[in-house]
């Protein structure tokens, strides 16, 4: 773990649009924080909005993807000695604060979505629609890509990957299909993937959704060990709130909105926290119009009793 230095990429616009950025304000700003986390800042959007609200707040910012910190960077230059950026999972938000200097947080801010910043990337691989390589690492420093997973995986794992974490009914015959075309030649490229996926599936599915998006979605979040991390975020996060402080979570998917949910009431019915949502808040359709990738978001939020 370590601060990343200020960037000089001025220049480099590749910014994320902020998913719910008025709704995430109202909550978390709400408490006048003095300290603020956002634990997945990406390229800076959300942490933008909340430092442009609060005129004195500091705010740790912590993200796995060393390029996005970069921009991230550029972007929260102009609040100066206000930010401070690290390299690290937000499973990691302890250790971060710790070495930060910070003890509690008024604020605590985790969007779980896939940056469009990185999806983009055709060198990063997480697209099926872009040829790229089999990665999909959000941290590089990490050794495990997809093109493991793929590649040197039992066909009986990578069903099981398939099915828990993307959801996806057709498991067992993708996993076949993956076996067998290995067998010729290692699946290298995300369009060789998305084909085998294809010829397994067909090219479309009902709804408009393509047959290599659930695969996708799984392969990405075993890469990067995205329920684990969650899970450990989930128990560190809330006694990282000072009294009044609030945790705020956007999730995407049943997968990840169904542990924030369950996590978030059992700490409602312990008596030390508050559940300021007690329904998840929705884009409004205006935002979802302008940004369809919106959609599926779900927002909590929770709040630390002051007494």
């Known amino acids: 773990m370590g601060f990343a230095a200020k960037s000089d990429h001025g220049a480099d616009r590749r910014v994320h649009v902020p998913v719910m950025a008025e709704e995430v304000v109202e909550l978390l700003s709400a408490p006048c924080p003095h300290v603020i986390v956002d634990a997945t800042v990406g390229t800076g959007g959300h942490s933008e909005a909340l430092l442009s609200r609060t005129a004195e707040a500091k705010l740790l910012g912590i993200d796995r993807d060393a390029d996005a910190l ?160 969650l899970a450990e975020f989930l128990d560190k996060a809330p006694a990282m709130l000072a009294p009044g402080g609030r945790l705020a979570i956007i999730a995407y998917h049943s997968l990840e909105d169904r542990p924030v949910k369950e996590k978030f009431r059992e700490l409602g019915r312990g008596g030390e926290f508050t559940l300021v949502t007690p329904k998840a808040l929705k884009p409004g359709s205006r935002e979802i119009a302008a940004n369809p990738r919106a959609r599926s978001a779900r927002l909590r939020c929770l709040e630390r009793r002051s007494v």
């Open 70 to 229: 970069a921009v991230a960077s550029a972007r929260l230059s102009q609040f100066g000695p206000r930010v401070k950026l690290v390299q690290a999972s937000f499973a990691q938000i302890d250790e971060a604060m710790a070495e930060a200097g910070f003890e509690r947080a008024d604020a605590i801010l985790a969007d779980l979505g896939m940056s469009s910043f990185a999806l983009e990337d055709a060198a990063r691989g997480f697209s099926f629609r872009l040829e790229g390589p089999l990665d999909m690492r959000m941290d590089q420093r990490e050794s495990l890509r997809a093109y493991d997973i793929v590649n040197e995986e039992t066909e009986q794992e990578i069903a099981r990957i398939l099915r828990d974490y993307g959801e996806e009914r057709a498991a067992r015959r993708i996993a076949r299909r993956i076996a067998e075309a290995r067998r010729r030649r290692p699946i290298e490229t995300t369009t060789e993937l998305r084909a085998i996926i294809e010829r397994a599936l067909g090219p479309r599915r009902r709804g408009g959704m393509h047959p290599a998006t659930r695969t996708f979605q799984a392969l990405r979040i075993a890469v990067n060990r995205e329920m684990e991390l």
